[in-house]
């Protein structure tokens, strides 16, 4: 049984360029919820993702956005990259039953670096 | 206010003796509690949920819930050094389904 896979591991990027994660979520998962942790801090949540539509959204400015595919997988873009979106993007999938997730998996994270 | 607190630590425990960790809460619409491990450098694995007051033992993990005082603590029995990690803890409000985080408590175990 997979767990939650996200591509690539580490991507270094320029400031102003732009660049795309991409997660699958844990097999019979619907649910992909988005996180940027920076370093020595916990987990911040910048969306969450369900029947391709985002359903829930933190405090992250419009340059975040997402995508959902048939396939339940997702992607995150990140426009205009700034020096301070250097970070650990995480996906976490679940599965939304009665309109309440429950548990929530993590994949191994990509490691952002903004030069 | 911060809505989930946590002490940063680091928490030093001897092998063998009980590490003890706590976490409140400032929403009292929270309805699911969560303590994630976070080994340096790696994502977050969930080790314990609960969702009633009281206690809820899972192996050498015990989480407890208090809703009335708004903390959720855990416990870790018999510390390992591969215990060694920084422990997260998460709440899921009542009307939405987001986790929001501590800023986790890094804990030593020391041979």
């Known amino acids: 049984d997979a767990g939650v896979t996200q591509s690539p591991t580490h991507l270094i990027k320029t400031r102003g360029q732009q660049v795309t994660l991409r997660c699958s979520p844990k097999s019979g998962h619907d649910t992909v919820s988005w996180y940027q942790q920076a370093l020595g801090q916990g987990p911040q949540f910048i969306f969450q993702?369900?029947?391709?539509?985002?359903?829930q959204r933190g405090n992250f400015p419009d340059r975040f956005s997402g995508h959902q595919f048939p396939n339940y997988s997702s992607e995150l873009n990140v426009n205009a990259l700034l020096l301070g979106d250097s970070a650990l993007y995480l996906c976490?999938?679940?599965?939304?039953?009665?309109?309440?997730?429950?548990?929530?998996?993590f994949g191994p994270g990509t490691r952002l670096t903004v030069t | 206010q911060k809505e989930v607190e946590q002490n940063s630590g680091p928490l030093s425990v001897p092998e063998g003796a009980i590490a003890s960790l706590n976490c409140t809460y400032s929403?009292?619409?929270?309805?699911?509690f969560f303590w994630y491990r976070q080994y340096s450098g790696k994502s977050p694995e969930l080790i314990m949920f609960i969702y009633s007051n009281g206690d809820k033992e899972d192996g050498r993990f015990t989480a407890q819930l208090n809703k009335a005082s708004q903390y959720v603590s855990l416990l870790i029995r018999d510390s390992q050094p591969s215990d060694s990690a920084t422990y997260l803890c998460a709440v899921i409000k009542a009307a939405g389904n987001k986790l929001t985080f501590g800023g986790g408590t890094r804990v030593l175990v020391k041979p």
């Open positions: 929403d009292r619409g929270s309805q699911s």
């Open positions: 976490a999938s679940s599965f939304l039953s009665g309109g309440y997730s429950y548990e929530q998996y």
């Open positions: 993702y369900y029947e391709e539509e985002e359903r």
